[in-house]
């Protein structure tokens, strides 16, 4: 449905449900036209076992994950490979240096910085620069109305170095849609009631406060007297922010990608996204989100990209 839809960019990882994401996506790309048409992008980086290199950015790991993936993925490439998260145990040199090797080889198109803070990205883009060393052309991380933190140090950081920006989460998993209501209990078989949140970082201790809440209820509010669904207006609001390439949306059924090919098949008024543009504003104003995240933390118009898990 997605392809069919317009959709030409697929987004996964050797993590998403202990590497079926992969297969499964691989199995149906295999006629070669299909994964032609098709920019796909994995990553590498999170656990994937429990021994001690089964995780992590070295070259031992990134060498033998991308092996893995091209398997899985049943493809000769990659085409847009990513540093899941920052490893703070590795030298950002030696994941350069073994990501150089596989574009070298033909096994990686491009390379990417997910969940990195600025200073490391800055870091790696110096590293790179002075090593002759292929550099990171796109980062990725959390970004929608209830989560502004990219928009104010990373988007403006990344345009200046010409880096594309591809924000995940831009319905703030579902948030935005008001399913959730202000009750503070996720609605059944929702990512937030599948997510632990026990130790802190998971999807209620992000969005469920009063102030998320609020913003969530003026939203619902603006879309209703326009006539326009909340979820043209979230994903719009973070489409049209400047510096910002396409926004991938995650989709663990088929209704999920219905939804949004049907609300992004036109786009809302100038007035209206002026209102959810003030909305936005105020919110950031009032309450500020913590940015970058911890190590390891998870944090244009059209194309949009589908995230399969």
């Known amino acids: 449905m997605a392809l069919d839809g317009g959709i030409n960019f697929v987004d996964t990882s050797d993590s998403y449900n202990e590497g079926r994401s992969e297969s499964m996506i691989g199995n149906y790309l295999t006629n070669s036209r299909r994964r032609n048409n098709v ?15 089964d995780i992590g950015a070295s070259r031992y790991h990134i060498v033998r994950a991308v092996e893995e993936s091209l398997r899985r993925l049943r493809t000769d490439r990659i085409d847009l490979l990513y540093c899941h998260s920052w490893d703070e145990e590795t030298p950002i040199e030696e994941t350069l240096r073994a990501v150089d090797d596989l574009i070298h080889q033909g096994k990686v198109v491009y390379a990417g910085a997910s969940n990195f803070p600025a200073w490391v990205l800055a870091k790696s883009l110096w590293a790179s620069d002075v090593r002759n060393l292929y550099r990171f052309e796109a980062i990725q991380s959390v970004f929608n109305i209830l989560q502004p933190g990219l928009g104010r140090e990373m988007i403006p950081f990344a345009a200046d170095h010409e880096l594309a920006v591809i924000p995940y989460s831009p319905l703030a998993s579902g948030m935005l849609t008001g399913q959730h209501g202000n009750s503070g209990k996720p609605i059944g078989g929702s990512k937030f009631g599948a997510r632990d949140d026990s130790k802190g970082g998971g999807l209620k201790s992000r969005y469920f406060n009063k102030a998320t809440f609020n913003a969530t209820t003026e939203l619902i509010a603006i879309s209703e007297k326009h006539r326009q669904p909340a979820i043209r207006l979230a994903l719009q609001w973070v489409s049209e922010f400047p510096g910002v390439t396409a926004p991938i949306f995650g989709a663990r059924k088929i209704e999920h990608v219905k939804g949004v090919l049907e609300a992004w098949s036109e786009l809302a008024p100038s007035e209206v996204m002026a209102e959810v543009r003030a909305l936005a504003d105020e919110f950031e104003t009032q309450a500020p989100m913590s940015y970058p995240p911890k190590s390891g933390q998870a944090m244009g118009t059209l194309p949009l990209s589908t995230s399969i898990k």
Do not use: F, M, P, Q
């Open 39 to 53: 920019v796909l992008a994995t990553k590498y980086r999170s656990a994937v076992g429990s021994g001690v290199n």
